[in-house]
Structures are given as C-alpha cells and as structure tokens.
C-alpha cells in the first residue's frame, strides 16, 4: 500500500463520520468580543476557536484526494495533514507541518484573506460553507504561544556566507527564516525601533496583537538571525557598504511601501487631514490610545470621514471609531461588491456602527478660516464597464455635487514604496511607479541583490509577502551557491 494511500486509511478510521454527513455540519464561528464592547478598546475582536470548537471544525474536512485547498494558498502549506492532526489533537504535530511551508502561521492565521485564496476552492464550500481553514491555522498557533512546545528546526550546516536582509516585516521575516535554515548568518536591518514592520505599524491591535507579531520575531531570532533597529538602508548604510564595508555577499530588499497616496484634490493641504499610514502609525506603534502615558497624543474632530475601500481603510475607520467620535463615515467610489478589503473586516465594521456611503467619491475638502476641515464635497458616481482588473469602473453622476459636515478626513487609497534606497543605489532599475524590478526568482538588476512584497508589486497582501519572501531564498540559495563555487575554483 502507497503511503499516501495509507495515509488516507488511517484518516477514514480517524473520522468517524462519511464525507456526505461532513458536509451537513455547518461551518462554526470564532469567539468573538460584541460589537458594543469592542468600540471601547483596543484588545483583540476575534478570540478564536477554542479546543472543541477546533474539532467540531476539523471534522468537516473531506480529506480530499486531490487537495485543491494547497494549490489556492501561495506558500502551498499541506492543509489536508494539518487539519487531521487537528482532530487528532495532535497540536504540535500541525504546527509544525504548517511551519514547514509559513514560519508565519499565527499572524498569517489572522490577517491573511483565506476567503479568496485556500478556502474559495475548498471543496466544502461547493454546497456549503467552506472549511474555516485560517481559524484551524490560527488555533494551533495560539494553542504553542500558550502551552509552549515549541523548538526551532534542524538547521544545515552553517555555510560561511552572510545576507543582509532590509525591512522586518513579513517578507524580511521568512526570507532570513528559510535562509537561517539553510546555514546562512543572517543581519536584519530595520529603520524603526522596533521589529515587525507593516506588521507593527499598519494592522491596529484588535486584529493583530503586538504580541503576536513579537512571539513570531522571537521564533526567527532562535534560528540565530540578528535584528539591527534605527538604521534606514540608504542613508545610515548604503546598499554598497553592505556589500564592500560589511561583507555581506547578498542582500534582499523587503521595505514594502511606506509613502502614502493622496487623492490630489484641493483642501488635502487643511490640518486635520491624515494619511492612514500616519494614524496607524501613531496609534499602533506609538500607542496613542494610551495617551497620556503615551506621549503621542492624536487629534480626531467630531464626525470622522475615511476615504477608501481596502484593508487599511478598514483598519483606520474601525481605529478612528474606537476614539468615540460622533460620527465615523467610510466613503468609496465603487459598490461594496467592488472593495477589495476582506469580508470580515467589511463585516465588523458595519457591526461597529460605521457610516457606509458607497458610489460616493470626495472633489474637495472644505476649510475654515482657521485652516481646518469643515466639509467634504462629495459626488455620486455610477458604475461603468469593467477595468483590467475586471472591477466595473466608477463613472461620476452629472450634477450630483453634495456636501457633507465633517471635521477630520483620513485618506486611505493606497501606499507606494519608500523612494531612499531607489534613489541611493546606483544600477537598481525601478519602474515609473517607483517599484524595484524584479525577475520571476526575484533579483533585481544589481547583482547579489533580490526583492519581494510591496516594495516590487506596489501593494501586496501578507502571505504574497511571505511567498515573495520563499522564493527570493530559494533565489539567493543558487546563487550564494554560485559564489561558492566561483571561489572555489579559483583557489
């Protein structure tokens, strides 16, 4: 008998259900704090599942033959092994096989948009509601946080090669993780005083703990990988010092995009106009909820309105709302089934209370004489034909300008990478939009150099970081293997 063949013996004793009575069992939900309590602070919306809820949710699985599930997550992680473990509450024994594919699984069990990737093929969902795949996944990791068990893998032998790694978030994490593993000493070098990146800075506390994201550091630092806080690549240490003053022998560049777009209409230059990256900055990683036993107060008028449509809108209406203003207001120029943010995010914001105006598209900020903002000229739009990306386009309703009392506007349409280390590394081709272009392994075009994330795609999800993140050190593998042998043959 085949071992997979075995394998799938020995689940159909484990289960003691037919895959036909699976399928009856409904999809369980995640403990979760209520609405009207959760707009009063800042601690985590979604408790999880707990043990029994995990195997009530384990038991839907098919155990299909052919796993689709795998092929719809980037990093291909072995979710059909996982979720028997499950069941067989074997924790540690899924941990680890998940870890075998993302050295990330208790954020990316968070934050990471399983509806559209593994669990939109799950099988289960063909007739009913698909297997909670990221819930599964957030449980084994929280079950090791709190248990302990957890040991770091076998290393290889170390190779005598050194990689300078730039940016700590998800994609800086898992490249020195994978390259850790293959025996390289491995230097991140972050510009903020703390590690984590997006991670820390842009995903507010009730969707992604601080904690969290420090135990998951914690598990790449014991595979021996060095963090350096408060230096900026491209101005503390150029690119080429890495190289010639430092010794490394490859870098990968994974800064992710830090700029905030505007929407360059008139009245962005009023006070009380942010960028979400600044109020999620300012909230997140300087804790201005905390104020004042956090020095960093944040000013929020009365009536709050937050101008986008994705995750990071999302984030900074729920944050603006957890400040008690009067109003908080979400406008977008396309319909709801047009956001791009995820569905549950979508969700907890309108259990929260927020304001939806959708086909709604701002022209002007209105001020006072003091400078401030005091309206928002808005105008309704229709949708037209579909774009490129296959989203029908936002076509403005003539004569349809209105006015709407607001007093803080927050714009939230997107982010593009970090112009320094573009602009102070010589023979590093970028595009018009400011990306660094990469090849399909992920090497730029100076040598020695990869990259991967927002700072190659303009905007990318966490687990697309993480996969850019396996690829370049697969990438950086073959050709530290290169050197090696170029060395080799000269001596």
């Given at each position: 008998m085949s071992k997979k063949k075995e394998a799938r013996e020995k689940f159909?004793?484990?289960?003691?259900?037919?895959?036909?009575?699976?399928?009856?069992?409904?999809?369980?939900?995640?403990?979760?704090?209520?609405?009207?309590?959760?707009?009063?602070?800042?601690?985590?919306?979604?408790?999880?599942?707990?043990?029994?809820?995990?195997?009530?949710?384990?038991?839907?699985?098919?155990?299909c033959n052919d796993p689709v599930c795998m092929q719809g997550c980037p990093v291909n992680v072995d979710i059909r092994s996982f979720i028997g473990m499950v069941y067989q509450k074997d924790y540690q024994g899924a941990i680890n096989k998940i870890r075998e594919s993302n050295y990330l699984p208790a954020i990316c069990g968070r934050v990471c948009p399983q509806e559209s990737l593994c669990e939109s093929v799950c099988l289960v969902g063909k007739k009913n509601e698909p297997l909670a795949i990221g819930k599964l996944e957030r449980f084994v990791a929280d079950y090791e946080l709190k248990n302990g068990g957890f040991t770091p893998p076998q290393k290889a032998e170390a190779k005598g090669q050194s990689v300078a790694v730039v940016g700590s978030g998800p994609g800086g994490l898992t490249v020195s993780a994978e390259l850790a593993r293959m025996g390289y000493d491995v230097t991140i070098f972050e510009a903020l005083h703390e590690a984590g990146g997006v991670l820390k800075f842009g995903i507010p506390e009730f969707r992604l703990p601080k904690h969290i994201v420090d135990a998951e550091i914690d598990r790449v630092k014991a595979l021996g990988v060095k963090i350096e806080t408060n230096v900026i690549i491209g101005r503390t240490l150029t690119i080429d010092e890495l190289f010639d003053e430092m010794g490394f022998?490859?870098?990968?560049?994974?800064?992710?995009?830090?700029?905030?777009?505007f929407l360059n209409i008139p009245g962005e230059n009023l006070s009380d106009v942010y960028s979400a990256s600044e109020l999620l900055t300012r909230v997140n990683l300087m804790k201005a909820y905390k104020f004042p036993e956090y020095d960093t107060p944040l000013k929020l008028g009365r009536r709050v309105a937050v101008i986008g449509g994705g995750d990071v809108a999302m984030d900074a209406v729920r944050t603006s709302k957890r400040f008690h203003p009067e109003k908080t207001i979400l406008l977008y120029r396309r319909s709801r089934e047009e956001m791009p943010a995820r569905a549950e995010e979508v969700h907890h914001a309108e259990e929260e209370g927020i304001e939806f105006h959708y086909l709604t598209?701002?022209?002007?900020?209105?001020?006072?004489?003091?400078?401030?903002?005091?309206?928002?000229?808005c105008q309704k739009m229709e949708l037209g034909e579909p774009d490129e990306q296959g989203r029908r386009r936002p076509v403005p309703v003539k004569d349809s300008n209105f006015m709407m009392e607001v007093d803080t506007v927050i714009v939230a349409i997107g982010q593009s990478p970090n112009p320094i280390i573009q602009q102070t590394t010589p023979g590093l081709e970028t595009s018009k939009w400011g990306t660094i272009i990469v090849d399909e392994h992920g090497a730029t075009s100076r040598k020695g150099v990869f990259a991967g994330g927002d700072i190659s795609r303009g905007g990318a999800t966490v687990i697309q970081a993480v996969a850019d993140g396996k690829l370049a050190s697969r990438s950086i593998d073959s050709y530290l293997a290169s050197v090696r042998e170029e060395r080799s043959t000269k001596a």
């Open positions: 159909k004793k484990i289960m003691p259900m037919k895959p036909r009575e699976r399928m009856q069992i409904p999809r369980h939900l995640p403990l979760e704090q209520k609405p009207e309590c959760r707009i009063e602070n800042f601690a985590e919306v979604s408790n999880g599942f707990n043990v029994e809820l995990a195997a009530e949710e384990a038991l839907r699985c098919l155990e022998e490859a870098v990968y560049l994974g800064t992710g995009a830090g700029s905030p777009r598209n701002p022209v002007r900020i209105h001020g006072n004489e003091d400078g401030s903002v005091r309206a928002i000229e």
